[in-house]
């Protein structure tokens, strides 16, 4: 039987309302008893008496025993999580920072108090990857997973390629429709994404990783002449995050925009739309595909969280006790495209090979192997000069 959820909610922006819309056309046994917001001037579709600016009167209920967390600053949704959990209170969460940089703490404390935190929502939307990593995949040796995983990158990348706005113009679009922030640099720096794999690997291969050691290079310096020599080449800049085992003791984690070739599964996601590719040694290659942006497609998967807690499911985090620990290798060489400006910033460069050095009035760029350890020291520099980098395997051959 399931019990009942009696919820306290935290934030009612693009996430909280679309979950609140899926919920009132639903009869599940939930009940939405208070909301918690920051601004109580803000005209509200609903009445003000479900409303509170006081995140103590709902976490201090004891007739509220399920919290949902859904707001922007993750120093706060940390302080709203640790206390509900330490209190009895299941939570759902779907602050992919927070939950990125506090996991290891965040899984110890469900492990002394008896709670379950759940976050489904806070990876690519819509898609249920953390549950098939617990469940599907439990007993399965996974080589990488990859793909896109933040849809107002995509979308952004998406409207430039297929329509031929410009950057700015396909930014605005992304935060018009409540993709992107106001302040879009968690989006189009890789930033998102890569709290989103670092959260990922975790539960596909028992590591907590802390995200300041993951490189993140976005899509913030990409220009006309990389579009134009992307589709030359018959190749799509996607910005793909990647967790991928080099052995039985590493793994290595990075986010980088990549040329994409045809076969590749995610030639063919557009827009806000998510993917995330899963390689397997039994199951070979996987696709999950689905909304990674929007109050709707969130929403829905932070429903399945809630609607989970009824029947008290918990993520096991089986493979965290695995024997053998694997360890974070930034020692791994990518094969990139970096189209730059000043000849001064490829000197400072150490690349590991190069196979094509290319200069021209229009364009000036290399091919080659440069290691992730470099590029994490080099990252300031290549972003100051402009520099836009790719991974660039399909052009590479080594």
């Not at 800049?237 to 076969?263: D, F, H, M, R, W």
């Not at 836009?388 to 051959?397: G, M, N, P, V, Y």
Request: include cysteine; charged fraction near 25%; glycine fraction near 6%.
């Amino acid at each position: 039987m399931s019990k009942r959820l009696t919820i306290g909610l935290f934030g009612f922006g693009v996430v909280g309302q679309g979950l609140h819309d899926i919920i009132s056309t639903k009869d599940l046994n939930i009940e939405i008893k208070r909301i918690a917001i920051k601004n109580p001037e803000k005209v509200r579709s609903l009445t003000s008496d479900l409303f509170t600016t006081d995140a103590d009167v709902i976490l201090n209920d004891p007739s509220i025993n399920t919290i949902i967390e859904l707001i922007n600053d993750a120093d706060a949704a940390y302080e709203i999580v640790t206390k509900a959990l330490k209190s009895g209170k299941n939570v759902v969460s779907a602050n992919k920072k927070m939950i990125a940089e506090h996991l290891d703490e965040l899984v110890n404390i469900q492990n002394e108090y008896g709670t379950s935190l759940l976050y489904e929502g806070s990876v690519c939307g819509s898609i249920p990857i953390i549950r098939n990593l617990e469940e599907y995949y439990d007993n399965e040796l996974l080589h990488s997973i990859s793909g896109i995983f933040n849809g107002s990158s995509n979308f952004i990348l998406s409207k430039i390629a297929n329509e031929g706005l410009d950057y700015s113009v396909a930014l605005k679009q992304a935060q018009d429709l409540g993709f992107a922030e106001k302040d879009p640099t968690l989006d189009v720096g890789g930033y998102d994404p890569k709290y989103k794999l670092v959260i990922a690997a975790a539960h596909a291969y028992g590591v907590f990783v802390r995200p300041e050691e993951v490189l993140n290079i976005g899509i913030q310096n990409f220009s006309a002449v990389d579009l134009q020599f992307a589709q030359e080449h018959h190749l799509k800049i996607k910005l793909v995050p990647t967790a991928k085992k080099l052995n039985n003791q590493e793994l290595t984690l990075y986010v980088l925009p990549k040329l994409v070739p045809k076969s590749d599964f995610l030639y063919n996601v557009e827009n806000e739309y998510n993917a995330v590719s899963v390689k397997a040694a039994f199951a070979d290659q996987q696709l999950f595909y689905g909304k990674g942006a929007g109050g709707h497609p969130t929403g829905s998967a932070v429903l399945s969280d809630i609607a989970a807690l009824r029947y008290d499911y918990r993520y096991e985090y089986k493979k965290l006790n695995n024997e053998s620990k694997l360890t974070l290798q930034n020692d791994y060489v990518i094969p990139l495209y970096i189209r730059y400006i000043n000849e001064s910033l490829i000197n400072k460069i150490q690349f590991e090979y190069i196979t094509k050095h290319h200069k021209s009035d229009d364009l000036n760029y290399v091919l080659g192997g440069i290691k992730i350890s470099e590029l994490i020291l080099g990252k300031e520099a290549i972003l100051n000069d402009g520099a836009f980098l790719a991974e660039a395997s399909a052009l590479i051959e080594k």
